[in-house]
């Protein structure tokens, strides 16, 4: 059993929901500064680059078999290209880096959150109360928005620049996540 597998629901949900609503919150808070970070994150190729680092070292601890390393993943009947997955991050990431400097930053975030999704949907799956279906309802969507900026990251770049020159929408859609983090939190300490 991987390590994501054998999380407990309740603090996982838990962490989800107070990410949700502390990202929510400095959302609220500081509105003006988020859309100046928001406009001006996508042209950073240094953020990307960095991101993109963690994204292939996190890789590389799911591809490392190593009695010290419990995010070792199985990978059935492809553990004979496991030696050969391990030398191309490095190579890759070099390459994308270097070479793809221009939004390789929505390139990165798409796939962290792909990475990102593992975890509490590992955590939630099979799992009772009914309820932790609110995790994967709020996944899925990032996960189809994600799968999109890796393949098409100039949609990152379209949707920001749109998304900035709303501030209510930023308003009411950092509300709501706001509400369906305190929901997970709800329900993580009440039912799960």
């Known amino acids: 059993m991987h390590l994501y597998e054998s ?11 107070m990410a949700l609503m502390l990202l929510s919150l400095y959302v609220l808070l500081c509105p003006e500064q988020f859309r100046k970070q928001l406009r001006a994150v996508h042209a950073k190729s240094s953020a990307g680059t ?19 390393n ?11 290209f496991r030696g050969i997955l391990l030398i191309l991050c490095p190579i890759i990431w070099f390459i994308m880096s270097s070479m ?12 962290f959150l792909l990475l990102m999704a593992i975890v509490p949907m590992s955590a939630a799956f099979m799992k009772d109360p009914a309820t932790r279906i609110l995790i994967p ?9 994600a799968m999109f900026w890796v393949g098409k990251p100039y949609l990152f770049r379209d949707w920001v620049n749109w998304l900035v020159q709303r501030p209510r929408l930023i308003t009411w859609i950092a509300a709501g996540n706001f509400i369906y983090g305190l929901g997970i939190c709800t329900c993580a300490g009440l039912f799960w």
């Open 100 to 111: 793809i400097k221009e939004q390789i930053f929505a390139r990165a975030l798409g796939f």
């Open 7 to 17: 999380l407990a629901l309740a603090p996982t949900g838990f962490a989800m929901g």
């Open 70 to 80: 419990p995010l070792c993943m199985p990978l059935f009947e492809f553990e004979s």
């Open 50 to 68: 960095v991101l993109l680092g963690i994204d292939f070292l996190w890789v590389a601890l799911l591809l490392l078999k190593a009695d010290w």
């Open 137 to 145: 309802l709020w996944w899925y969507p990032v996960l189809t928005v």
